[in-house]
């Protein structure tokens, strides 16, 4: 595949320039509306749940009883005034004959106490919204425009869930394109400084910009097909520009290389493709393989990330390895144009002239040979920070984002934080039960008996029904479930109500749920309710994480295996790849679940982590540590199947590619960053826990802990048996020491501050001497 590439970019660049061109023009025009195609819900439930089963038969029959959209009425006269009262009740009832409001209920129609604040100057009129996600976001919007705002004494702002989501997607969007407009420039600055050269740092950007294009026509698509969460876009920004520069790096590095030593455009592009390119091709497949083990889940919150995730990584890839090697055979020499570095001449402490290449690459040589020196103080050390850096995941609760992630300017959140503070318990922390037994079956007694040791539940303050309402299992109204379920062919509706302590989706609400599943009865019942959703989010996610785990573990053993021949490399890789990730899973609960910087940050604390937010960081942050595994093992096992002596292999390996992995880490750190600017709390964790995860690996991972194990291990790191040998000769028909391409980014080992010289000979000439 890689030589019928070379052939393609080598022989006709500009045959293949041009279909890519058509090829993002196609995608710009069919990718230009993916936002209004995507959903803004949660995407955290399981579709087939006890919990979204229910809801369905709720929402078909005790519509009331899901609002989605809640009008908060204000006024300064009390709501109970008779101009508001009336002003009010017209708002309610010209509400219910909106063609797309399916009902209304609100405090001036049914006396309530729950829909009125304590201090009684504000109300709720609530409503639920027919159609699907998107009708009912479009109605709500147009809704909102009418209905908000000033109407005489009152002042109705809008909320509910179906603004929330509306909300949301508006923040993401306004969000992504400021993110695009601060990582954009500056990565452009970094890639500038890096390469020397403006020529080259434009043509990472490009790959990228492709690939990010690309991927939305493809989202574009698939939104037709099945459900795509707008979160998505946010991991099409980061690793489509992240992982381009990443592959970007490595190709254009290694061209200029081939090209400082004298080859001809199309022979440097060949060589680059056979070696670079096939780093890239490996580096794709284990990013890829990480991400798309979401799609073993039920929630298409994850699935949306996989989607998303497995197109912008293998179209990086295609970028890379066929529209990037044909624009390098077109510019030749001219890739190392624009380079204003020049004007910065760096001298050694013996007066000679050093490029910046040569002053990084005496850095990397000593800080190698430190580490490898006191190999054992620095394994050590490195494990012992990573473990303590994780410790605080040990304490994380889970649970489910609510209307908090949003900023607390926004309108749906404030109304929410009002219903929440104001109202009590009743209107946000109620369990739903769903008594679905057929009528003919249900004992009356049964029934009175299932609602007095609901009541009697620890924290449960009453337990309510559309027609009926039990205090303590005492009832307070003459209409009980019973008579509900005389009038109703097919269920009881039941209300669980905790105390105001508890909150909606708290861990306390959780183990409510949990109670009221374990209590036995004879009847048929299902529960249902926010609480209830992320209790089956939970456990659909634990009951799929061993099989995601052991696709991900497989895919990359597999993987080494084929990039080193080594039995012993891929699970070093793996267990290693794993230590990387701990900083990130605890500073996640140190500072979002418990609230440390929030203020600079800007967020709300909620006391627990999205229940899908740690799988979708982990298979991120694992592909992407892979991705900088593969650079490196890729080329110490280059250096030994060259040298034949592990450790050689070990410190030029890591000093051939030390400048790629950091310059890769700091650009896509810088784009993690810019999306972790995000406003939303959950695009905010995603964006700041990556960005920590990508400088740990590429710091305290790739620069000391891997070269000190590695030095402990010895040759017996390359060992395989001989079985695995011969499998993997055959599998990539290469020999045991078969010897690469010319390492053309090799140099002379010269003294740390070497002398003046005495000679003629060019630092080209010198390389193609040890060559």
Known sequence: MLDAL??????????????????????????SDVTDRLRAGQGTEDPLSESALASEAMEEHF?????????????????????????????????AYEDAVVGVTSYWQTGADELKSDDGTAAIIAARVGGDEAQAGRAVADLADRYGGEHGPLTVRVGGQTAVLNDIETTIAEDLAVSEAIALPVTLLILVWVYGSVVSAVLPLAVGVTAVIGTNAVLWVIAGLTDVSVFAQSLTVALGLGLAIDYA????????????????????TAVTVRTAGRTVLFSALAVSAALAAMLLFPLY????????????????????????????????????????????PRRSAAGVRVTPEEAADRRWRRLTRLVMGRAPVFAIASLALLVVAGLPFLRVEFGMADDRQLPEEAESR???????DDFGSTATAAVDVLVHSPPEEIDTRALTDYVERLSLLDDVDEVRSPLGEYVRGRPAQARTPVDALRESTEYVYLQVVPVPEVEDISPESQRLVREIRALDTSLEVSVAGRAAAAVDAQGAIADRLPAALAAVVAGMVVLVYLLTGSAVLPLLSVVINALSLTAMFGAVVWVFQDGNLSGPLGFTPTGFIDTALPVLMFCIAFGLSMDYGVFLLARMREEYERTGDHRTAVELGLRRTGGVVTAAAVTLAVVMVAIGASRVTNTMMLGWGVALAVVADATVVRCFLVPSVLRLTGTATWWAPAPLRR????????????????????????????????GTTSRTEAVRVQD
């Open 6 to 31: 070379i052939g393609l970019t080598t022989r006709r660049p500009w045959w293949v320039l041009a279909v890519a061109l058509a090829a993002v023009v196609g995608a710009v025009v069919v990718g």
């Open 63 to 95: 519509p009331d009883s899901r609002p989605n959209l809640v009008l908060l009425v204000e006024s300064e006269d009390g709501v109970d005034d008779r101009e508001t009262a009336g002003r009010a009740l017209g708002l309610a009832e010209g509400l």
């Open 249 to 268: 790096l490595l190709m254009v590095r290694r061209f200029r290389a081939e090209l400082a030593a004298g080859a001809d455009p199309p022979t440097a």
């Open 301 to 344: 919150f994850l699935r949306s990330f996989a989607y998303a995730g497995v197109t912008v990584v293998l179209l990086a890839a295609l970028a890379t390895l066929a529209v990037l090697p044909a624009a390098l055979t077109l510019l030749g020499g001219r890739v190392n144009a624009l380079d204003p570095r020049r004007l910065l």
């Open 414 to 420: 404030q109304v929410s934080d009002v219903v929440r």
């Open 727 to 758: 499998l993997h000769r055959v599998l990539t028909g290469s020999g045991a020491r078969s010897r690469p391409a010319p390492d053309r980014t090799a140099e002379p080992e010269p003294p740390d501050e070497p002398p003046a010289p005495t």
